[in-house]
Structures are given as structure tokens and as C-alpha cells.
């Protein structure tokens, strides 16, 4: 059992929290863990579902958001299957108007579609945002290239990893290898020559992995930053505020707009409906004087 001090520190948690979300049956809940960027260990993982089948749980939920939600949990084992967890390395989740669970894929690490690594920017973004307190709820997430498997240009903040292609045409062969490629058909040819759309171009860099004689060079991997993103019964994709090619400024920027939301946003209505209340247009101004490089600022 818990002492009596640890039961005061989760039962605060567990307030401050929406890690803990009430179920149809007032007299069960469900917990969700946290887990940012869905990463877990094996040994994690065995040992939740030994504290689960010890708390009487038969099944495990594993959410859009990358985490793990135990459902049907009696609202008087809640402190105890917290500490349990809290042992593992497993600590509460969000929900509520905070910055709920940082998602993110996996990057240069595995897809070999990545623009960027994933994993150092992850761990800085959950440690320094996770679980604020927020007049909204705020979601993070990361997608190391266009292609949003985390979706998170539908997110309240969102960071897509960017390459912007570099044709050298006195050396191109005109195989057509770049153009087959592209899903955006933003290469053409023009009077027997490729030649780039860059309104069409998504700067997924597909075409400069493709080239099968290394020709099209590319940028150094740029993070676009995108605000006001929503999912649910409207969806709608966040507005562009800055492209940068630095982590450390892409990690400074969200912080940025992490306090823009929690001084100006207000409860009640999502971020998506009140930007332009909040000045967002000012406010991109202020990031892109700050932070603005020649090539990757984007236009107010």
C-alpha cells in the first residue's frame, strides 16, 4: 500500500492531471500513461501488463496519441496502479488543458523517408512542455518529412522535417528518375528539360534520394513550424509561422509559442478559432525578426 505521503503526492497528481479520465460508470476510470513518442521498452511493457493483470485488468488501449490508456480501473486502486507504474518509469499522462503526450516518428533512425532525427528533439520538447498547464489543450508532434504520419500539421503545434532540392542541369542526364518519383508531379519537362515547380514542390526530398547518379543535391533539413492545427469534427491544418534549419531554434521557437498560447489564448474555444483574436499575424512578425534566415522565413 501506499504511505500516506505518497498517497497525497499522486491524489495531487492525479488533480492537476487529466491523466485520469472518468468513465461512463461514475465508479471506474481510465489511466492513461505517459509515453512520449510511443517509445516503451520491452521490459516496460511486460511489467504493465503484470500491474495490470495484478489491478484486474484484461485489456490495454493504445491510443492515436502514442500512449497507453488501462481501462476500468476502480476509482479507489487509482494511487496504487499509479505508484506501480511510477516503479517501472511509467508516469501519468495528460488530457486536459495542457500539453498532453509529445508524439513523434522515428525519424533518420529508421524511415528512410526521414529528413530529420526525431529522438533528441522528442525528449527536449517533453521535458520542458509536458503536462503545463494551459488554458487549452495543446498537442505537440513531430514528423521527421511531409508525408505527416503523426499528423502534425493537425496539431496545435506541429514541426515537419523539410529538404528543399538543388538541380545541377549542366550535369543532369534527363532520366526522369526524379520526375517518376515525385508524388506531387512538381517536376516537369520544360523545352527538353526537368524543371522544378516550386509552388507544387512539398520539399519532401524524395527526388534527391532518387536520383540514381547523385545530381540533385539538397538543403541542409529545415524545420517548418506550423500553429492552429485541429483535428475532430472540423479539421483543419495549422498556418505556417517559420522555417528554420537549427533544432535548438525549432525547440526555442515552440517554447515561444507554448507561452504565446498560455498568455493569450482563452479556455473554452480551440486555439484554430481565436489566432487571429490573439494576433497571430504580430506575433510571427515578432518570431520571424527574431529567428528569420535568408531561404526559410515564411511570408507573413
Avoid at 511486460?46 to 476500468?72: K, M
Amino acid at each position: 500500500m501506499p504511505s500516506k505521503s505518497e498517497m497525497i503526492r499522486i491524489n495531487e497528481r492525479i488533480e492537476r492531471s487529466g491523466g485520469v479520465i472518468n468513465e461512463r460508470d461514475p465508479n471506474f476510470s481510465t489511466v492513461r500513461l505517459r509515453l512520449p513518442g510511443g517509445s516503451i521498452t520491452p521490459e516496460q511493457i511486460s511489467a504493465i501488463g503484470r500491474i495490470s493483470r495484478r489491478f484486474g485488468i484484461s485489456s490495454l488501449h493504445i491510443t492515436t496519441r502514442q500512449t497507453i490508456e488501462i481501462a476500468h480501473v476502480e476509482k479507489g486502486k487509482i494511487p496504487s496502479l499509479i505508484l506501480a507504474m511510477e516503479k517501472i518509469g511509467i508516469g501519468l499522462g495528460a488530457e486536459h488543458e495542457e500539453v498532453v503526450n509529445i508524439t513523434t516518428c522515428p525519424g533518420t533512425e529508421r524511415c528512410r523517408l526521414a529528413n530529420i532525427a526525431t529522438g533528441e528533439i522528442l525528449g527536449k520538447l517533453d521535458r520542458i512542455h509536458f503536462g503545463k498547464g494551459m488554458p487549452i489543450r495543446v498537442r505537440i508532434a513531430v514528423s521527421a518529412c511531409p508525408n505527416g504520419c503523426t499528423s502534425e500539421r493537425l496539431s496545435e503545434i506541429g514541426i515537419t522535417g523539410l529538404r528543399v532540392p538543388i538541380r545541377n542541369e549542366g550535369k543532369c542526364t534527363g532520366c526522369g528518375t526524379c520526375a517518376h518519383t515525385c508524388k506531387e508531379t512538381a517536376i516537369i519537362t520544360v523545352n527538353g528539360r526537368f524543371t522544378l515547380d516550386k509552388n507544387k514542390c512539398m520539399e519532401c526530398g524524395m527526388c534527391i534520394d532518387s536520383c540514381p547518379f547523385h545530381i540533385i543535391q539538397g538543403t541542409i533539413p529545415h524545420y517548418l513550424i506550423t500553429v492552429g492545427g485541429r483535428r475532430g469534427r472540423h479539421p483543419q491544418l495549422g498556418r505556417e509561422l517559420i522555417r528554420v534549419s537549427s533544432e535548438d531554434a525549432a525547440v526555442e521557437i515552440v517554447s515561444r509559442v507554448v507561452d504565446w498560447i498560455y498568455r493569450y489564448a482563452y479556455s473554452g474555444k480551440i486555439l484554430t478559432d481565436q489566432m487571429d483574436a490573439m494576433d497571430f499575424s504580430g506575433f510571427q512578425t515578432r518570431i520571424i525578426r527574431e529567428f528569420g534566415e535568408d531561404g526559410t522565413e515564411s511570408p507573413a
